[in-house]
T-cell receptor
Framework: EAGVAQSPRYKIIEKRQSVAFWCNPI?????LYWYQQILGQGPKLLIQ????????DSQLPKDRFSAERLKGVDSTLKIQPAKLEDSAVYLC???????????????FGEGSRLTVL | AQSVTQPDIHITVSEGASLELRCNYS??????LFWYVQSPGQGLQLLLK??????LVQGIKGFEAEFKRSQSSFNLRKPSVHWSDAAEYFC???????????FGTGTRLQVFP
């Protein structure tokens, strides 16, 4: 079974530029998450999708970050314009449909490391 | 407020030694508790989880964790560490009927031969 695919693995940009990250979840996984992991910190949820609808985007800085999951499969996270503090690893995760609530088994991609200069 | 505390930022052990990584949580509802491991340049992998029942749970790679409600803790243990266990370990808490996980700041484990 293929895992969660993310690209690019690494990206270096200057502040005020834009960047986009792509994620393809495990086939059949209805829920998709984008996490931000700043160096020395744990992952922080940015946005959660259920199929192609947004479940939670309360932690997403909407003035500069946007995300979409067209057709309920792959997803794109965009940052425009980037700030120095956006330097982080952006992790995509997916989880299968769960009956009766949280199974906790999130399957993570390898992440996209962003450096903003 | 919901939170997870991992008091140890960095732990160093010798190969073959026992290991205990600490995790304390603060959560108003019945917690679901998880330990994830992140090897360098990799995503996070689930080691084990606690939902209910036996408070001692077994995971992959020889890890186990014990849920202690009175201490709000969910410490991770391994009796004999292998060099390949060097990684970052994250404790996380979730709630019933949600998919949201709150992660701690992680503990980096270094293993000396």
């Amino acid at each position: 079974e293929a895992g969660v695919a993310q690209s690019p693995r690494y990206k270096i940009i200057e502040k005020r530029q834009s960047v986009a990250f792509w994620c393809n979840p495990i086939s059949g996984h209805a829920t998709l998450y984008w996490y931000q992991q700043i160096l020395g910190q744990g992952p922080k949820l940015l946005i959660q999708f259920q199929n192609n609808g947004v479940v939670d985007d309360s932690q997403l800085p909407k003035d500069r970050f946007s995300a979409e999951r067209l057709k309920g499969v792959d997803s794109t996270l965009k940052i425009q314009p980037a700030k120095l503090e956006d330097s982080a690893v952006y992790l995509c995760a997916s989880s299968p449909p769960a009956s009766g609530g949280n199974t906790g088994e999130l399957f993570f991609g390898e992440g996209s490391r962003l450096t903003v200069l | 407020a919901q939170s997870v505390t991992q008091p140890d930022i960095h732990i160093t052990v010798s190969e073959g030694a026992s290991l205990e990584l600490r995790c304390n949580y603060s959560y108003g509802a019945t917690p679901y508790l998880f330990w994830y491991v992140q090897s360098p340049g990799q995503g996070l992998q689930l080691l084990l989880k606690y939902f209910s029942g036996d408070t001692l749970v077994q995971g992959i790679k020889g890890f186990e964790a014990e849920f202690k409600r009175s201490q709000s803790s969910f410490n991770l243990r391994k009796p004999s560490v292998h060099w390949s266990d060097a990684a970052e370990y994250f404790c996380a808490v979730g709630a019933l009927n949600t998919d949201k996980l709150i992660f701690g700041t992680g503990t980096r484990l270094q293993v000396f031969p």
